[in-house]
């Protein structure tokens, strides 16, 4: 298994707010990388710059063998990387399926009908609710449809900042088997989130950011057993 995604050095500011500070990680195919830490730790500014939202000032991003320095972020999610960002931003005046025919665009539609089935048949919710007007669904429905519109566009990385946000415990419990069952079907997954029990409980490997760095790294399960990172940020 070969690293699908090389990030090397990257360093971010916002303004004169240094907020990224010389980061490095990489994600091997048929992985879940997750990125985990506390609020303003650097997480989704990370998942925003290898999606081309934001710039480094350094280093590299390389994905699938090709920098994506010089690609702009419209043509990122056509090389094979979907970002489900963070407040999920489902369209809210349109329909379940509507919104997940718009994550197809990158396909030209020559696909669709089997790419809907196949993510109706990972969300059966949206499929019941196919016709409904995505703002009237609940936080942990309009995350599913979030997820099932970045599969759309047959991702080789999918990328998730915070989908346990604002979620209730259950429905939290929902999207990580999701994120899981993913995983077994055969997509590579980088997991941006708050809740670092959840997320090393899946994932293969984690990196743990502080003020923009990366500070320790290691396997889902030597991290839980840390003692550090159990007093930090497991309640331990």
Do not use: W
């Amino acid at each position: 298994m070969g690293a699908i995604l090389k990030v090397e050095d990257i360093n971010v500011y916002y303004g004169s707010i240094h907020a990224i500070k010389g980061v490095s990680f990489e994600v091997n195919e048929g992985e879940i990388v997750t990125l985990i830490g506390a609020n303003g730790a650097g997480k989704s500014t990370t998942l925003n710059t290898i999606s081309g939202l934001l710039h480094s000032k350094t280093g590299s991003i390389t994905f699938m063998g090709e920098n994506l320095g010089k690609v702009p972020c419209h043509k990122i999610v056509s090389k094979g990387l979907a970002l489900v960002p963070e407040g999920r931003r489902v369209f809210l005046q349109m329909t379940v399926q509507e919104n997940l025919e718009m994550g197809a665009f990158t396909q030209g539609g020559k696909t669709m009908d089997a790419d809907l089935e196949r993510v109706y048949e990972q969300f059966p919710r949206l499929k019941e609710r196919m016709k409904q007007v995505a703002g009237t669904l609940s936080g942990g429905e309009q995350q599913m449809l979030a997820m099932g519109r970045a599969l759309m566009s047959h991702p080789k990385l999918l990328m998730l900042d915070e989908p346990s946000m604002g979620l209730a415990p259950i429905l939290v419990e929902q999207i990580f088997d999701i994120i899981q069952e993913l995983h077994k079907a055969g997509t590579t997954i980088l997991l941006v989130e708050q809740n670092a029990q959840a997320a090393l409980s899946v994932a293969d490997r984690g990196y743990v950011l502080e003020t923009g760095k990366v500070v320790t790294t290691g396997t889902g399960h030597e991290l839980l057993e840390s003692p550090a990172i159990k007093k930090a940020y497991l309640g331990g």
